[in-house]
């Protein structure tokens, strides 16, 4: 396993696939995320994973199903603990999101890259 070295601003600001799984480690995963104006990654719960979002560019809505709705910008950072029902909105009808986001431990296959939500759907349900 080789360590990840990058500017991640940039690389999550030119990233245009909706996920892409950038480094996976032992116990940390990075990925990349873009989502289009008014997309929503969809309610998902992760029972042991703690999952860390930074938002590069755009305007974020994050819900927590137990824990009411918050708005986040560039230079944002959020933090779902291990087993919270939440959801990530892109809040503009304009721009697109630029986020990343570190999974503990991975969630994802090593690699993964999804250029739209439906791919990510569709590679879940197999």
Known sequence: MKPFVGHLEKLTEKNRDFRHVLFTGEHVQLVLMSLQPGEAIGD??????????????GEARFD????????A????AVIVPAGTRH???????????????LYSPPQHPDGTIEKTKEQALAAEHH
């Not at 998902?44 to 590069?56: A, G, N, S």
């Not at 927590?64 to 708005?71: A, K, M, P, Q």
């Open 44 to 57: 998902e719960i992760h029972p042991t994973v703690d999952q860390f979002f930074r938002v590069e560019q």
């Open 87 to 101: 959801n990530v909105i892109n809040a503009s009808a304009t721009h697109p999101l630029k986020l990343y986001t």
């Open 73 to 76: 910008a560039a230079g944002d």
């Open 64 to 71: 927590f199903f137990d824990g009411g709705e918050h708005e």
